[in-house]
T-cell receptor, first 113, second 116 residues
Framework: GENVEQHPSTLSVQEGDSAVIKCTYSDSASNYFPWYKQELGKRPQLIIDIRSNVGEKKDQRIAVTLNKTAKHFSLHITETQPEDSAVYFCAVAGGTSYGKLTFGQGTILTVHP | NAGVMQNPRHLVRRRGQEARLRCSPMKGHSHVYWYRQLPEEGLKFMVYLQKENIIDESGMPKERFSAEFPKEGPSILRIQQVVRGDSAAYFC??????????????FGEGSRLTVL
């Protein structure tokens, strides 16, 4: 089955800095790559996603880049704010896992004021 | 349009009892997924269902766990003879189409099971 690796497991930045989280996956046929933000005790919420027909997608301070050849994708958050502090999960779907999302292990992002 | 509804939000059971978790997908969504999240860990896929059918149960433990999504009513995740290791947050999610076909997954608020 699909294997998703996410790094780093924890990330600490100062307010205003950028944060980058990376994920690699194993199934080259995968075609859907979302990122979720989960605050303590809350449900995961989709913040951005990308499909395999594009290489980059941006939404205000958040961007995702995809490199299908290398089988990795990254989340970029610019001008971080304390309210960005949360756990971020990457996920992969498609290919042999067409019906489900396989999640990375998560990254605890802390933005210090 | 109400979101994915899960109940109960919190459930306490003693070892050996049964736990039943319910999930009503968003209106118009026929694909339902159950995920388990252990404390301070990621989300692990359990089962993927469409109405009256189990599509993928590769993440379900072989014993004590079962899931259904009947023609009428919510999807139910059932855990028999619970053990302390079953303590976790169980999230249900739904989508209008298969994920690989332009779908997006919408999560419920989760059901937090505590086994004493």
């Amino acid at each position: 089955g699909e294997n998703v690796e996410q790094h780093p497991s924890t990330l600490s930045v100062q307010e205003g800095d950028s944060a980058v989280i990376k994920c690699t996956y194993s199934d080259s046929a995968s075609n859907y790559f979302p990122w979720y933000k989960q605050e303590l005790g809350k449900r995961p919420q989709l913040i951005i996603d990308i499909r395999s027909n594009v290489g980059e997608k941006k939404d205000q301070r958040i961007a995702v880049t995809l490199n299908k050849t290398a089988k990795h994708f990254s989340l970029h958050i610019t001008e971080t704010q304390p309210e960005d502090s949360a756990v971020y999960f990457c996920a992969v779907a498609g290919g042999t896992s067409y019906g489900k999302l396989t999640f990375g292990q998560g990254t605890i992002l802390t933005v210090h004021p | 349009n109400a979101g994915v509804m899960q109940n109960p939000r919190h459930l306490v059971r003693r070892r050996g009892q049964e736990a039943r978790l319910r999930c009503s997908p968003m209106k118009g969504h026929s694909h339902v997924y159950w995920y388990r999240q252990l404390p301070e860990e990621g989300l692990k896929f359990m089962v993927y269902l469409q109405k009256e059918n189990i599509i993928d149960e590769s993440g379900m433990p072989k014993e004590r766990f079962s899931a259904e999504f009947p023609k009428e009513g919510p999807s139910i995740l059932r855990i028999q003879q619970v053990v302390r290791g079953d303590s976790a947050a169980y999230f249900c999610a739904s989508s209008p189409v298969r994920l690989a076909d332009t779908g997006e997954l919408f999560f419920g608020e989760g059901s937090r099971l505590t086994v004493l």
